[in-house]
């Protein structure tokens, strides 16, 4: 970790600058893609955001730390989301938050069936999931959004992160999580508009399929994204939390705390993660730190 953060870490670009290694390209990359048997392996660039956030040989341990930093603060807004609606009933309602061990990616057909927007039918009775297609189809090309019919499995596969709905207010909320590198300066700017980019069309279109069935309904998009090394925008992170209903001003910080802390502690994992499978057999090393690890994030 202090290595990392005084810039003294021993990835290739950082030991070629130190004239130790004659090259900057991806070690793990070079040594899995030979295991493999596979002809090229990508030209990158062995540099610690490489390493934390995009390194291929890397995925799946990146995958279960992104879900366990998640779980647990998904389940902290659920658990202290103490607002309460017009009938005196909790506001918010997290259906993704089931423990801070686990979580459900709710797809495009269950969160229409929430709304009353469509209603999901037994195996057999395609008729209303082939509506639903038309009906995607048909606003992609209400807006001229490029589209075509390979396109739509994709669409409805999408899942976000979480769910936060509103039902006095009609409101669904679309939650993403992002652990990103963060040593330029607008890296969360450029982060939240890739995750607001990502999921604009699903919201475009439950937007314009709520208009057109007059169901009231709105949907919106909340991101919460904190720095590898760290890094976060406070003012922006404790706002977010209190429009989900985190009233109190020491829960929020405490939850900030704690959002903070993690990203920094999965850091060192993913390290260890990488010389590990740089000094072992690739795949058995990922795959048994991979469980060694994933039942402690």
Known sequence: MLQRLSYQFPC???????????????????????????????????????????????????????HGI??????????????LNDASEPRWHF?????PEAHAECGLYQILEYMGLHEILPPGAGQNRAKLRKNIEEYHTAYAIDFDDTDIDTFIARRPDGLAFDNEKKLCVFLKYTRAMDTNEDWAEKKEQEKNDGYSS???FINHLSHWEKSGWKASQTNFTTGVQGSLHTNQFLTRLESLGVKNKNTREAIRNRT???????????IKFFFNALNFKTDWTLQNIHKQEHGKI
């Not at 259906?95 to 423990?99: I, N, T």
């Not at 903070?260 to 993913?270: A, E, H, R």
Request: with cysteine; glycine share 4%; aromatic share 6%.
């Open 202 to 204: 699903h919201l475009g």
């Open 95 to 99: 259906p993704s938050a089931l423990s």
């Open 70 to 83: 998640w779980r647990e603060l998904l389940f902290s807004i659920r658990k202290s989301s103490t607002e």
């Open 260 to 270: 903070v802390q993690k990203p920094l502690s999965m850091t060192d994992m993913i």
């Open 12 to 66: 290739a670009l950082q030991l070629k600058q130190l004239g130790i290694l004659n090259d900057v390209k991806c070690r793990l990359c070079k040594k899995y893609y030979k295991e493999k048997n596979i002809r090229d392996p990508p030209d990158t660039v062995e540099s610690v955001g490489h390493i934390q956030c995009y390194c291929p040989v890397l995925q799946l341990p990146r995958i279960a730390i992104h």
